[in-house]
Nanobody
């Protein structure tokens, strides 16, 4: 099982980025897929998640209305569309898969929001 995030980078406040999570070794439709983020000195915090099977998504209050999680079963990818970015969104973003009793993490992608 492997998860590889991409799409991070530098964005201006108010801008947008789309993060991608490429999965291998399992199908994203069979797992609960989530995005987390972490800033230095803090614990990793949950950002958004999407259920397996039926695509029901949930979001942290801090990103609700700005971020959208989605899944492409054909491409075996999960995305996080981030709009109206704020400096407080600066963090390393991680993709997580939860299936059966196991959890799998990617290595993360850096997002920096700054003018």
């Amino acid at each position: 099982v492997q998860l590889v995030e991409s799409g991070g980078g530098l964005a201006q406040p108010g801008g947008s980025l789309r993060l991608s999570c490429a999965a291998s070794g399992f199908t994203v439709g069979s797992a609960v897929m989530s995005w987390y983020r972490q800033v230095p000195g803090a614990e990793r915090s949950w950002v958004a998640g999407i259920t397996k099977g039926v695509d029901i998504s949930n979001y942290a209050d801090s990103v609700k209305g700005r971020f959208t999680i989605s899944r492409d079963n054909a491409e075996n990818m999960v995305y996080l569309q981030m709009n109206r970015l704020e400096p407080e969104d600066t963090a390393v973003y991680f993709c997580k898969a939860a299936r059966a009793s196991s959890e799998y993490w990617g290595r993360g992608t850096q997002v920096t929001v700054s003018s």
